[in-house]
Every structure is written in C-alpha cells, then in structure tokens.
C-alpha cells in the first residue's frame, strides 16, 4: 500500500472511523465530541487538499486508482480512483462536512444529543465522497445508499414540525428511485462482454462497435436515469426536495443541497451518459425539457413562496435544471458547464442554507411575512451576508453563480449536432431558459426586500437578536470567498475538469 | 439385509437425541429452583453436536443407502441450524425461567425441533423429508402453546397444530401418489422415475407435486396458506416464535430446495408458474399487511411472511439452464442464512423488550434509544437490514436474489425482479415504524431498561455479523455457492 493506492481510501473512510470513535466518548464530554466532529473533518480535509495538490492535472485519466476484487463470485470489485470530474465534487465535501462541522460547535438542533448527531453526519460525509470516486457500479451504489439512512435520521430527529412526513418521503423517493437504477446496473452487468461492473470497462464496452444494443440502451438508460433524477431532483420527481430541505436541520439541508443532490447529476455525467450513449442521445431532448420545464416552474414556485427556506429549497430545483440543461447538450461546454454549476450550487445553496438556519435561530420563524422586513437595521452583518449570497445565487457575473448558468444556457444555443439533437429546440429550451434567470432575479430580490429591507417590525425590536457569531463567521468565510474566487477565476474548476470531460465527450462522439 | 451405517456422518443427530433424553430424565431429579440447569445442559450438547458437525466440514458421505447423505448443502444449514439453537436457547434462559413454565420440557421440546431442522438437509428421501418436518413441527404445536393462562397463546398452539396437521397430511397424499407413480423414495430416484413418466401418469404426477408443494408452502407461511402464522406466533412465547420465524421456516425451505431442485426439477416447467404466483403473492400480502400492525410480533410475523416470499422467488427462476439454476440455488440460501441472522437479532431485542411489556406493541419502543441504546441501535440495524439497505448484509442477500433474477432473464425474470423491487420499497415503511418509535418518540420513564446479558449478547453478535457480511460478502456468497446440492450443478 502507498500513499498513492490508498490515498482516496483512507481520506473516504476517515470520517467512518471518527463516526466510531466519537460513539465511544461518553456523552458528557459535549465539548470533546464536538470538536473530534471538527478535528475529524478537518483531517479528512486536509488529506482531501493533499490529493487535490498531488493531482497530475496534464495527465488523463484517473489517478490514486485502486483496483482489487472484493466480492470475487459476482465480479464486484473494489475499484476507487479520481479524476478531474470527480475531484472538485470530492473536495467539495470535505469543505462542506468540515464547515457543517464547526458549525455544530454552537448550534445543535432539538433535541440536542450531539453525538449521535455528529456520528451520523461522518456517515454521511464517508458515503458520499465515496460516491464520487466509485469506479465499480455496485460500489457506487453502495455509497450511494448509504447515505440514505443518515440523512433519514437527521431529517427525522433534528428536523422541524413535519420531520417526519418529511424524513420518509425522503427515503422512499430515493430508494424507489435507485433500485430501478440498480436494476439497469444488472443489466448492464449481464449484456457487457466480458461481464463486468467495472465502470471503465464498461464505458470501452460501450464505446466499442459490439456495445450495448439500441433498444436494451433505450430501457437501461430509462431505468438508471429515473434513479439519478430523482436525486438531481429534476421535475417532476422534485416533490421531496422541498419538504425534505424544509424541514431538515441547517447542516443537514447544507449537505443535501450542497452534496447530495450532485449525486444525481454526477451519475449522469459518470454512468448513464458514457456507458449507455445511444440511450442518452434519444432521452436528451426529453431530459432537455424536463430541465428547462423545472427551471421556469421552480422560480414561479418561488415566486408564490411563504417560508423562506421552502423558497431557498425551490430554487435549488431551478439550478439544478441548468445543470441538466447543460449536461441534455452533451456537448463539451455543456458539462464543464454543468459540472461547474454543481460546484457553485453546492457553495452558493450551502451557503444560503447556512444563512437561513441562523435567521431561524433568531427570529425562530421562517416565515417571510413574520420576519416582516428590516434584517439589515437589526442584524447588519448577517443581513449583508444574506444579500451577498443571494445576489450571487441569481447569476451576477463576477460571481460563482455566472458561470454555470450562462455557459448552460450557451450550450443550449449549439448542441452536439452530430448526436442528432434538434437545434431549434435546444436554443427554445435555451429562451425559456433565459426567461428563467429573469425570473429568478426576480424572486430573489424580492425575497431581499421582503426580508432585508423596509421598516423593522416592532415586535423584534426590542428583541435581542444577536448579529452574526465567531463560529459563524468560522463557517461561513471559506464559503464567501469561495464564491467570490470561483466568480473571478473560474479556471479554479475549469482547470481541473477540461481533459477529463475532453476525454468523455470524445467517447460518445462529440 | 444388514446395512452398515456410517456413524460419524449421523454424529450430530445421536449426540442431540441423547442431549434430549438425558435434559428429560434430568430435569425429574432437579429441585423446582435448579430446574433452569436444563438450558446449560441444552446447550452444551448444541455444542457438542456442532462440534461434531465442524468434523464433517469438506467430507460428502452417505449412509442407509443414500437415504442420508452429509454435503455441504447439509452441513451449510446443519451449522445453520445449531447456531440458531444456541442463539434461542440464549434468550429461552431468562423467559423461560422468569414465565414459570415447565423448564425440562421445554427445553426437551426446542431440542427435538432442532433435531428435525438439522436431520432435513440431510434427508433426501421423501419419507426422511416427512419425517424430519414433523419432528419439527409436533414439538412446536406444544411449544407453541407454553403460555397455557394465557387463550392467544392456546389459540397459537391449536391453529398451528390444525394447520400443520392439515399441511402434512396434503403433503403425505402428494408424496403417496410420486411412490406410487415411481415406486421410488430416494429423490434422485424419484426425478429418473418423473422422467419416464407420459400422458395422464404425468399429469397424475403435476397433481403430486402440487400437493407436496401445498403442504411446504403451509410450512414456510406462504400466501395463501399463511393466516395462521400471524396468530401463532403472537400467541407463542417470544423465543418460540423466534424460533418458528428462523428455524422452522428455514427448515421448510431446506426441504423445499431439496425436492424441488432435485426430484421435481425435470417437471419445472410445471411448477415455476405456480411458485411465481406463490412468491409474489406473498411478498404483496406479507408487504401490505405489515403495515397495519401494532403490536412488535406481529409485524414480524408479516415480514417474515413477505421475506418468505423473496426467499420462493429464486424457485421461481428455475429453466433448463443448470447455471442460471445454481445461481438461483445460491442465492436463495444466501438468503435464508441472512435472513436468520437479522429476524433473530431482531427477536432477540423483542424478548428484551417482552420482559416489562409482555404486549410488546409497537408504542412500547418508544424512547429505547434512552432507555436501552445498544438494543435500540441493534434493530435499527436488524429492521433496516430487513429492508435490504446498506449498510447491512440484507443488502447483498436481495443483491443476490435480483442477480439471479436478471441472469435468468427472459420477461419473467424481469418483471419479478421489479415486483421485488418495488415490495422492498413498500417495506421500507413499516420497517422504519419501529425506529421512529425509538429514536423520535420519549420514553414512558426515563430509566435504563434492565436487559439480560445473554439477550444483549445475542443482539451485539447478530449486529457484528451483519457488518461483517456486509463488508467482505465474499467468504459468506461462497459458502452459499458450496451450498449448492451437486445435482443442480450437473444439470438435474
């Protein structure tokens, strides 16, 4: 075992083993558990930062590659590396995992009990890093459901009135949606030539003359796409998205907008577009305008918004329709694009969602009409922050939200043609696309000045509302300035996906 | 004639029926306070014949003329079967002792259950079959009953002795009718002689075979024949139930394997049909009942009804092909092994639980996570394995049964994959009814639950081999493949 082989593998399961050793601290140690919560991810962070450093970003394929059979008698196989398609989404979650976990240092949700809380939530962090480097598709899905019963827990306990409700229709939406996922995986499993899981093996399989047959690609991609879109979540599998973000604590709607809704999308870019091409190219009109479809539903449905963290969570459901957007072109700028936007989505929403949860935490209410107006006469820094994430989640250029969504909605003007999709359809999906963003402007600075403007209402006047915290700030700075870098230098991402979605594209003719 | 009978291979089977005598005669010289010596007692020879059983690992032997025949299909479920005598013994000791029941007999009646269970993989003869099944079921009529003051558990004894009277007596008819077709009862007498058979004998034979297939499908609590397990088991005494949910029911599937897969497997194209319909059927009722009830046994009963019907499905992959046969095979004993392990666990946090609430309802979870955290955390496990999500070992086994599915392929194949599919979603709910109880809800005191050491023993295994299984799944899928009678390898 070097560094290099086992690299990624120590880094997934670190927070697995932090999850253990924190369930062995008694629960009266509050203060250590939580900050084993913090030194754990802030490990995992920093080996995570190692690989990114260590990458060869001039080199194609993947790298910190580790290959060894794991359950021999149905060829399942312990395959792990990464690649510039995975890498930023990786590091992604180990930021995020480690914000959320300053963040627990002051706020615990009801009812309390940080450390089943914190355990559950390096659950979480060790499933879904281990999605994105999964190069087998039953360790894929593996990782991927194993995130499901975490979240469930974190939903269901620390979650708000309706956590319940919320919490099942969570669980029951995903699973319903990846076992016919898992059902394609087989499919595919049995149809490849030698069989395989593998999922470069697969992607040779199919690039090859013998690969999967037209109307078997027509079913499988049906199935596997089902699974991812409800995770994306695309329209109109999205209806657990709002309640689940609603009623999920702060760290958990954090990590589901930021982390776990990529998921989906990063499954379409990974397995279902590259292993099944033929399958992809029919269904990408249709997935088009699903996306599109969601995009001017989601900020319509925002528009008509009472509570503002259901509003925040509709408008994840808009931003992932550009990332699909981007991705239903399949061409190259199509997915840099897409792969962009879910970075940016991941910082921008998490950060929102961040912003939220301590809006709640002192007006306990979220409510906009409770709230009633004048945030930035009362709490100023938190208010100013607010507005700066918003701002940058409705598109301003300069900022991290740009970049995906226009270069989407470019895409959208010229779609790979040699895949035969239509290009006066793409470039309507690319109109009412546009018309989306103007929406989406609209409804966030009305939402600003619903809640960050306008006269303070009496009743919190007197109340004592505190502004932003150290602990806050802790969690919060690397986010901002996050936003502000990938806005101005996009080449922060851009950088590290170029070959590798190069590379994909080239397999299915681009 | 005189016939040499080989007694190592018939080893484990002497040691238990003379554990069961001497726990008989013994319990008679015991004063009342010391009559719970009969469980170490139990237990020692469980041991012993497991030891016994461990000698046999790697050998194929056959004796009383290939009647009885050690394999690693026998020996696989043989070990199977001891280690769930101990695990029930485990958590018979307590309850058992603090019921005030009859502690000698009852122990007298568990052993000789479990000397049906571990003489059924072994029989491959259909008299051997019938006789090992009721050496399984008659105790439990008795067992089934133990609570005497109280009528559920009166009703549980008479309906499963009504029913399993019934189910053996079709059984027995069907089995009639194959040797008096074949004049054969070795199975792989009875398949050659199936084979020669034409015209209204064949159908003669079909009609058999349902029969045989009618009196099992009682056995394992498949629908329609699967009323009386809900009733029974709520009535028995919880290790009972235990042990009729897991031992019982996989003794029943050990038979079935054998009879379908290597007398009956010539006629498949007869009986696939029926066990599609069997197997999906059941796994709808068992899904859709189960999420009604209230009460803890109950709801296992109905799981256990709709596991059943996971467990059929691999019966119902059956073709030509002797590779896609044994996969199946595999799968299906992945299955049950599996299946064992997590419905024990989970009955074993239940006999915790009975202790103060005998009810056991669903309610009385609430606030465990407080209360009793190691047994709280331990179903969590137990029902979300159940569902077959990682990550447990009741993932991979649904893994296997779908892989097996999808290879046989053809839209058969299929469709019952995705009615499997979506049944697992479906139970996804009633499993997690009983973690929101403890996780969610507050307890009635917020005191620790007392819990017996051999319960939270049992509890803590059961969670470390699901783990286990769910990480390195290799060693474990292997041993299901050994599992496979070599018939079906060589193709019927």
């Not at chain 1, 949860?357 to 409510?367: C, F, Q, V």
Request: proline share 4%; glycine share 10%; aromatic share 12%.
């Amino acid at each position: 075992m070097t560094w290099e082989n086992s690299a990624i593998t120590i880094t997934t399961l670190l927070p697995l083993v932090g999850a253990l050793a924190i369930l062995l601290v008694p629960k009266q140690h509050d203060r250590l558990i939580r900050g084993l919560g913090i030194a754990v991810t802030g490990a995992a962070l920093v080996l995570a930062a190692a690989i990114a450093i260590g990458f060869d970003y001039g080199r194609d394929g993947l790298q910190y590659a580790l290959d060894v059979a794991w359950i021999d008698v149905i060829d399942v196989r312990y395959h792990v590396g990464i690649d510039g398609i995975s890498m930023p989404l990786y590091v992604l979650t180990f930021l995020l995992s480690f914000l959320c976990a300053i963040y627990t240092w002051r706020f615990v949700p009801q009812p309390g009990r940080p450390k089943a809380l914190i355990a559950l939530m390096l659950l979480l962090e060790t499933g879904m890093a281990g999605t994105f480097i999964a190069f087998d598709l039953i360790l894929f899905f593996v990782f991927w459901e194993l995130v499901l019963v975490p979240m469930y827990f974190l939903i269901a306990v620390w979650g708000s009135a309706n956590r319940e409700y919320a919490a099942l229709k969570f669980f029951l939406f995903t699973l319903f949606g990846s076992i016919f996922m898992l059902l394609g995986f087989l499919g595919m499993y049995f149809r490849s030539d030698p069989r395989t899981f593998d999922i470069l093996q697969l992607q040779q399989f199919a690039q090859g003359g013998d690969g999967f047959s037209n109307g078997f690609q027509l079913v499988v991609f049906g199935a596997v796409a089902l699974g991812l879109a409800v995770k994306v979540p695309m329209w109109p599998v999205h209806t657990w998205l709002p309640d689940a973000h609603t009623e999920a604590p702060t760290i958990g709607s954090v990590l589901l907008a930021g982390i776990m809704l990529k998921m989906g999308t990063y499954g379409f870019i990974r397995i279902a577009i590259p292993l099944l091409p033929y399958g992809a190219q029919k269904y990408a009109p249709w997935i088009g305008l699903l996306a599109v479809i969601g995009i001017v539903y989601a900020s319509l449905a925002c528009l008509a918004q009472k509570d503002l963290k259901r509003l925040i969570a509709f408008s994840s459901v808009g931003h992932m329709g550009f990332v699909m957007l981007g991705i239903a072109t399949m061409t190259e700028i199509g997915i840099q694009a897409a792969i962009f936007g879910m970075v940016a989505h991941g910082v921008i929403t998490g950060m929102l969602f961040f912003n939220v949860g301590s809006i709640y935490d002192r007006y306990h209410t979220r409510a906009i009409a409770e709230i009633g107006g004048g945030m930035v006469q009362k709490m100023p820094k938190l208010a100013v922050t607010f507005a700066f994430v918003s701002i940058a989640s409705l598109g301003l250029p300069g900022l991290a939200g740009f970049w995906g969504e226009v270069m989407a909605l470019l895409s959208a003007f010229r779609p790979n043609e040699a895949l035969g999709l239509n290009v006066g359809l793409f470039r309507g999906y690319m109109v009412a696309g546009g018309i989306g963003t103007i929406l989406t402007a609209g409804y966030f600075l009305w939402m600003l000045q619903r809640v960050n403007m306008g006269t303070l209402p009496d009743r919190w006047r007197d109340e004592a509302l505190d502004d932003t915290t150290t602990v806050e700030w802790l969690a919060w700075v690397p986010l901002l300035l996050l936003i502000v870098a990938l806005g101005l230098f996009p080449r922060l991402v851009f950088g590290m996906t170029d070959d590798a979605v190069a590379t994909l594209v080239g397999f299915f003719g681009g | 004639m005189i016939q040499s009978i080989d007694f190592h291979a018939i080893l484990p089977e002497l040691i238990l029926s003379g554990t069961i005598v001497v726990v008989l005669v013994v319990d008679a010289f015991l004063p009342l306070r010391r009559r719970w010596f009969a469980m170490p007692l139990s237990l020692l020879g469980v041991v012993a014949a497991s030891v016994a059983t461990l000698t046999l690992l790697g050998q194929e032997r056959e004796t009383f003329g290939g009647h009885f025949v050690i394999d690693g299909f026998a020996l696989t479920f043989k070990l199977f079967f001891l280690t769930a005598a101990v695990i029930v013994l485990s958590l018979s000791l307590r309850y058992i002792r603090e019921g005030g029941f009859y502690q000698g007999e009852y122990y007298f009646l568990l052993l000789t259950s479990f000397l049906g269970c571990v003489l059924m993989p072994s029989s491959r003869d259909l008299l051997m079959l019938f006789i090992a099944l009721e050496l399984v079921s008659a105790p439990g009529f008795l067992m089934a009953a133990f609570r005497k003051s109280d009528t559920r558990s009166n009703e549980a004894g008479l309906k499963f002795f009504l029913i399993g009277v019934l189910s053996a007596a079709v059984m027995l008819y069907g089995m009639s009718w194959i040797y008096g077709l074949t004049g054969q009862t070795r199975l792989d007498a009875v398949a050659q002689g199936l084979a020669g058979l034409e015209g209204g004998q064949l159908t003669m034979a079909y009609a058999a075979i349902m029969f045989v297939v009618v009196g099992f499908a009682f056995k394992v609590s498949a629908f329609p024949f699967q009323f009386w397990a809900p009733d029974t088991y709520e009535g028995a005494p919880v290790p009972v139930a235990a042990f009729l949910a897991v031992a019982s029911k996989a003794a029943g599937f050990a038979g079935l394997l054998q009879l379908m897969f290597v007398a009956f497997i010539g006629q498949h194209e007869f009986w696939v049909p029926i066990f599609a319909f069997l197997s999906i059927g059941t796994m709808i009722l068992g899904n859709l009942v189960a999420m009604q009830q209230t009460q803890i046994v109950r709801l296992l009963a109905y799981s256990g009804i709709a596991q059943a019907g996971y467990i059929l499905l691999p019966f119902a992959l059956v073709t030509a092909d002797a590779e896609a046969n044994e996969l199946a095979f595999a799968a299906a004993v992945a299955y049950i092994l599996i299946y064992g392990v997590m419905n024990l666990g989970a009955f074993a946090v239940v006999t915790g639980v009975a202790r103060t609430k005998s009810q056991a309802l669903i309610s009385d979870f609430a606030g465990m996570w407080r209360t009793a955290p190691l047994l709280a955390i331990g179903m969590t496990m137990f029902l979300v394995s159940l569902a077959g999500v990682p990550p447990t070992g009741g993932f991979w086994a649904k893994i296997l049964i779908f892989r097996a599915a999808v290879e046989r392929g053809g839209e058969l194949g299929i469709w019952l994959a995705v009615i499997m599919l979506v049944n697992s979603v479906i139970s996804v709910y009633y499993y997690f009814l009983v973690p929101r109880q403890m996780l969610l809800k507050d307890p009635e005191r917020d005191e620790p639950m007392p819990v017996p050491a051999l319960v939270t023993g049992v509890v803590a295994i059961a969670m470390v081999a699901l783990l286990a299984i769910f990480v390195l799944p290799d060693p474990f899928a292997r041993i299901a493949e050994l599992s496979v009678l070599p018939s079906v390898a060589l193709g019927g």
